[in-house]
């Protein structure tokens, strides 16, 4: 009796394993490098510039053939110094003021992919949730009531960022996709100064420097490999 039970305690553990071995067989790892540029949106459009990064990404389709998967990307982007004058209308008399911005982000995100696997062409989805890691600077400089100002403002943090976003995958040879995708990226908690909240009263300067969302439309051009 206890032969036929331990008989069959081994036969289910083979067939437990077998099972855990099958899917785990079933599933489809692909690795993807791209170039990134970054379009900021949002009141951090106001200020930053136009970015350009790396980014890689690994997505685990759960089954093959199946449409589900889970993305994970961690890449690099930095906004390239952009200068804006604060409006006039914010300033007393001779005075004249710019505020010089750039900055790096380390970005993270992981969360659920869905897309067509089979054929030539390939769409998806895909949504994510992780963080971004700034490093902001930011000079004020000009005229304040007739003396020369300069001023200094940075920004270095962890915060919480989401993204959506979707596009197409091309079979180019075996094994391998050329990705063309869009994400919109956002990033909350980051401080960060706009030019319209920048005042002054002679050669006193009045800077408002508030907790904002930077928000950016990141397009990738890369390829996979995998399939």
């Known amino acids: 009796m206890k032969m036929r039970r331990a008989g069959m305690v081994l ?9 855990t071995a ?4 079933s599933r489809v790892y ?3 490098g791209y ?40 890449g690099f982007l930095y906004n390239f110094s952009r200068t804006v004058d604060v409006p006039p209308a914010n300033l007393g008399p001779n005075s004249a003021l710019s505020l010089e911005t750039k900055n790096g982000t380390l970005f993270f995100g992981v969360g659920p992919e869905l897309g067509k696997t ?9 949504g994510t949730a992780g963080f971004n890691t700034y490093w902001t600077e930011s000079d004020l400089t000009g005229t304040a009531g007739g003396t020369p100002y300069s001023s200094k403002f940075g920004d270095s943090r ?6 959506a976003g979707g596009g197409l995958r091309k079979h180019v040879t075996q094994g391998e996709t050329l990705e063309l995708s869009v994400e919109y990226r956002s990033g909350s908690g980051h401080k960060y100064v ?34």
């Not at 036969?11 to 099972?19: F, H, P």
């Not at 099958?22 to 067989?25: E, L, N, R």
């Not at 962890?158 to 993204?163: C, G, S």
């Not at 300067?205 to 907790?211: D, I, L």
């Open 11 to 19: 036969l289910a553990s083979m067939l437990l394993a077998a099972g």
């Open 22 to 25: 099958h899917a785990q067989s």
């Open 30 to 32: 692909i690795a993807g």
């Open 35 to 74: 170039t990134v540029g970054g379009f900021p949106m949002g009141d951090w459009g106001k200020i930053a510039g136009f970015g350009l990064g790396i980014d890689g990404a690994n997505l685990t389709i759960l089954s093959s053939g199946k449409p589900l998967a889970i993305r994970s990307n961690l």
């Open 118 to 126: 089979g054929g030539g062409i390939n769409p998806f989805i895909f």
């Open 158 to 163: 962890i915060a919480f960022a989401w993204a």
């Open 194 to 227: 706009l030019p319209e909240e920048v005042t002054n009263t002679g050669s006193v300067v009045h800077v408002e420097r508030k907790s904002r969302n930077t928000d950016q439309l990141l397009v990738r051009l890369g390829t996979n490999l995998g399939y």
